[in-house]
């Protein structure tokens, strides 16, 4: 039996201490880099809170100095190793000056806290790296999105500011359920580039959820601006728009999502939150949907095309001598209450009826042709006029809307849909074909902003009821006006008879007198 002798390489001993030294040197490393984030972590805590910062640094100093006076830091060292005491005493190193010990000690206290918050911070980059690795989100060089800013919005939302590192905002969109399960935070109810910087993408989280079901006098409660309507409930509360900064609306969704009840319902919060209006509904089917607000004095409801090029007609007539007024005062925009003038709303209920394109044997075809064409200058032009198009329709494609008046309505609203195209044909992107089968679910597009929210019920006998009661006061307030003017009448043609009166006793008066004297000379 051979005897085997070990042998040693001398090689392996020298990679075994360049491992070791390597990894003592990447350690050491790191908890230089943890602490110098800390302190820049605590720099950027320090400017955004200045006061407290200044006051917290005061306390500091004042309690160091108190127990370097006192000696307690010594008294400490000596309790807990008198061996490592008496050795560094011995040395001659505490008989330094005071300024070295708070040195020191500012050291002892403050190097754990700087390099707890500096890997604080690198185990969350670490942490959010992995998410993202694990969503499979990275560029063509293999990098990772960086969390810049976590904000917390309110108790249900916290915003997510990302250097996507090149990263598309569509890619993010495509890993939305993903990334909700991995981040925890709830929805993601919006990503959006940052108005500040367009290079930077945003996720909003969000815990809060959205009701089934909302009511319009519920909602109606609330306290509406002036000229605004109502959209529905968000998850961040009831949400209403301004209609001068709009200015034109279009509203789509496929049959039974709840288009026509909200069509009505932001009629009714113009009718409701604006005094000075005029509003002109198209109902091609009849007059039968916009029948509720024919008893609003304000309102009025045309049932075919060749009434309804008429009407257009008129409101791009209105629109043209109001920019003369504007002209001629030297302003930029109609505003009701300084000019006189009543804001117009065209609202146009399906409005593919009007505006799809046909051939020229069709009934109507030369009128339709002639509406579209004004329709278009309308949405052009009529901002600054205070005139408004409310547009409604089941999808939106060239053939039913043109294209150059899709470009100038700014606010979209769009319920469910049945494939992904006819959401992106309307918002741009898929996120109406995502909304849950829930009538009256929808998203809001005007900017940037796409949100979605639950749009108020209306039942047909408010309308009917609220517009009864606008005619009924209507009605009133004419007969004080004509009550007034006949008061005022009677009035002055009573002070007429009396002056007349009066001064016919005056004249009689001086007759009398002229009989006297006239008796004396004689």
């Known amino acids: 039996m051979k005897k085997v002798e070990a042998q040693t390489s001398t090689t392996d001993w020298s990679g075994s201490l360049d491992r070791a030294f390597n990894e003592v040197v990447t350690i050491f490393g790191q908890m230089v880099f943890g602490i110098g984030v800390g302190v820049g972590e605590c720099l950027k805590l320090a400017y955004k809170n200045l006061a407290l910062t200044v006051l917290g640094l005061v306390v500091y100093l004042l309690l160091t100095f108190y127990i370097i006076l006192g000696d307690y ?55 959010d790296e992995k998410k993202f690795r694990l969503a499979k989100l990275k560029n063509s060089e293999d990098a990772f999105p960086r969390i810049l800013k976590r904000t917390k919005r309110d ?28 981040f925890k935070l709830g929805e993601i109810e919006e990503i959006r580039r940052p108005e500040f910087d367009q290079s930077k993408v945003e996720l909003l989280f969000t815990k809060a959820k959205l009701p089934d079901r909302v ?22 509360g009831v949400f209403a728009q301004d209609i001068s900064e709009l200015p034109h609306m279009l509203i789509a969704g496929m049959t039974g999502s709840g288009k026509s009840v909200f069509f009505k319902q932001v009629l009714m919060s113009l009718l409701k939150s604006t005094q000075n209006i005029q509003m002109h509904l198209v109902d091609l089917k009849g007059g039968l949907e916009m029948s509720d607000f024919s008893q609003h004095p304000k309102v009025k409801i045309i049932d075919n095309v060749e009434d309804t090029l008429d009407m257009l007609k008129e409101v791009k007539y209105e629109m043209e001598k109001r920019f003369a007024y504007l002209k001629k005062i030297g302003k930029k925009t109609i505003v009701p209450s300084r000019d006189k003038m009543p804001r117009i709303i065209v609202g146009i209920d399906e409005c593919s009826v009007l505006y799809m394109k046909k051939n020229k044997g069709t009934k109507d075809y030369y009128h339709k042709v002639e509406a579209r064409e004004i329709t278009d200058d309308i949405a052009k032009l009529s901002r600054a006029a205070g005139i408004h198009l409310v547009l409604a329709t089941q999808k939106v494609t060239k053939e039913t809307i043109d294209t150059s008046i899709q470009d100038n309505i700014a606010g979209k609203v769009c319920f469910k849909m049945s494939g992904n195209q006819a959401s992106i044909l309307v918002l741009g992107n898929k996120k109406a074909e995502e909304l849950p089968q829930i009538k009256g679910r929808a998203i809001w597009h005007y900017g940037q902003d796409f949100i979605e929210f639950q749009g108020p019920y209306i039942d047909e006998e408010e309308i009917k009821s609220s517009c009864l009661k606008s005619k009924e006061a209507s009605s009133e307030t004419e007969n004080n006006n004509d009550a007034k003017t006949v008061t005022i009448t009677e009035s002055s043609s009573c002070n007429n008879s009396s002056k007349e009166n009066e001064k016919k006793g005056i004249e009689d008066v001086a007759t009398n007198d002229e009989k006297e004297d006239n008796e004396s000379k004689k």
């Open 73 to 127: 830091h010594l008294s400490a060292w000596k309790y807990i190793d008198p061996i490592s005491f008496d050795w560094i005493r011995s040395l001659g190193f505490f008989s330094s000056s005071n300024l070295y010990h708070f040195i020191a000690l500012s050291m002892v206290l403050l190097m754990p806290v700087l390099f707890f918050v500096g890997f604080r911070w690198m185990f969350k980059k670490a942490s």
């Open 155 to 182: 108790k249900f939302s916290t915003i997510l500011l990302i250097d996507p590192k090149g990263i598309g905002a569509s890619e993010f969109e495509a890993k939305k359920d993903q990334l909700e399960g991995l």
């Open 215 to 236: 009511d319009y006098k519920d909602l109606d409660r609330h306290k509406i601006p002036a000229d605004h309507f109502i959209i529905g409930e968000t998850r961040e």
